[in-house]
């Protein structure tokens, strides 16, 4: 199975601040990754797909980069809502796997 | 509009096995670019993919839960069922259901809307 590591797996900041969250696949998954949000007792959001498509909806803060095993998901101005707990997903091969998640907290 | 919804009990005893169901509605089962995974998430922990079945009745299974999981669907019914053999304590989750969608190849895939989810406790 393809292993995915988040870091950081918790990050503190403020509304304003630029954030980037990193995931690292095990092996090349070419840009075949997938980034969700999920806030407490609510399911996941699809963020990001194929590495840097915005999904509709999505504001144009969020983006997404990288191909091979080296991804990352930036924040560029964090706004109240956007503290929530964020996955990667890798869609190369089954079985899918996900991040450990990087939970995103208010500084 | 898309929808989808898991059901199910909310207790399973040790050893029993437990089947869920997802009704979706705003996308049809036959659709070849869509299909439907079951995803679940122990409290306080990470997502873990489980299984997904796609109209051509194409399925994939977690490999540490393989010989576990069975899913199908009842496309009259538009439900995706999985079943779960033997549930154990540490399978205390909620259990998610997520439209895939797979526009082009395989591999260009990803879930998206997910359902509420259903909180599965496994105590005796």
């Known amino acids: 199975d393809i292993q995915m590591t988040q870091s950081p797996s918790s990050l503190s900041a403020s509304v304003g601040d630029r954030v980037t969250i990193t995931c690292r696949a095990s092996q090349s998954i070419s840009s075949y990754l997938n980034w969700y949000q999920q806030k407490p007792g609510k399911a996941p959001k699809l963020l990001i797909y194929v590495a840097i498509s915005l999904q509709s909806g999505v504001p144009s803060r969020f983006s997404g980069s990288g191909s091979g095993t080296d991804f990352t998901l930036t924040i560029s101005s964090l706004q109240p809502e956007d503290f929530a707990t964020y996955y990667c997903?890798?869609?190369?091969?089954?079985?899918?796997?996900f991040g450990q998640g990087t939970k995103l907290e208010m500084k | 509009q898309v929808t989808l919804k898991e059901s199910g009990p909310v207790l399973v005893k040790p050893t029993e096995t437990l089947t869920l169901t997802c009704t979706v509605s705003g996308f049809s089962l036959t659709n070849p670019r869509m299909g439907v995974s079951w995803i679940r998430q122990p409290p306080g922990k990470a997502l873990e993919w489980l299984a997904h079945?796609?109209?051509?009745?194409?399925?994939s299974y977690s490999t540490s839960l393989k010989s576990r999981l069975t899913i199908s669907k009842d496309t009259s019914k538009s439900q995706v069922i999985l079943t779960m053999t033997n549930m154990d304590p540490v399978d205390t989750a909620t259990y998610y259901c997520a439209r895939i969608e797979r526009p082009g190849g395989v591999f260009i895939n990803w879930f998206d809307p997910w359902g509420q989810g259903t909180l599965v406790t496994v105590s005796s």
């Open positions: 079945i796609f109209s051509n009745d194409e399925k």
């Open positions: 997903q890798q869609s190369y091969i089954t079985p899918y796997t």
